[in-house]
């Protein structure tokens, strides 16, 4: 029979552990097949057990810790980081203003630009190195005509497009 918990560890930079918790009741098998950094600086940890009511068979468990207080305030805010680069705008159609948010897997050199239909640059948004994670820019339209438009994300050599409306 086995007793299986769900395992928390921290670890330093070079694998030595820094701290562990268990989780589970030690009567039956706990497993976590997940976890997340939360925004508060703890964990959330899900998975399934079968020590709770077992004759339905498995149930789902989760586990939501407190801050880590090994964790630096920096660590504390800190998110999962994108797994892909990502490009969206809203609201879409605009009017006249608008917020173009892109998601950055790794940090790099960024460009984000504005086109009309005729390939004239009329925006340049972006153009500086940025930290891997979340951004968002705010495109003023009030000096540019009703239309379509289109904003490039070129980040290392990834090139994403999206098509944005101005209906003035």
Not at 14 to 42: C, K, N, R
Not at 99 to 117: A, E, H, M, Q
Request: hydrophobic share 40%; net charge negative; glycine share 10%.
């Amino acid at each position: 029979v086995r007793n299986d918990d769900f395992l928390l560890m921290r670890t330093d930079s070079m694998g030595v552990m820094l701290w562990d918790e268990t989780y589970g009741s030690g009567i039956s098998d706990e497993i976590a097949y997940g976890f997340q950094l939360t925004s508060e600086g703890g964990y959330v940890l899900a998975g399934r057990t079968t020590t709770f009511e077992a004759t339905r068979g498995l149930d789902f468990y989760v586990v939501r810790t407190g801050r880590d207080a090994m964790a630096s305030p920096a660590e504390s805010r800190a998110t999962v980081l994108p797994r892909g680069y990502a490009l969206s705008v809203y609201p879409n159609p605009f009017n006249p203003s608008t917020t173009i948010s892109f998601s950055l897997p790794k940090n790099g050199d960024i460009r984000l630009r504005v086109f009309d239909v005729t390939g004239r640059t009329v925006a340049e948004l972006v153009d500086e190195v940025l930290s891997a994670g979340e951004h968002s820019v705010r495109l003023d339209g009030a000096a540019m005509s009703s239309g379509i438009y289109f904003t490039r994300l070129q980040a290392g050599g990834v090139v994403l497009m999206k098509k944005m409306a101005l209906v003035k």
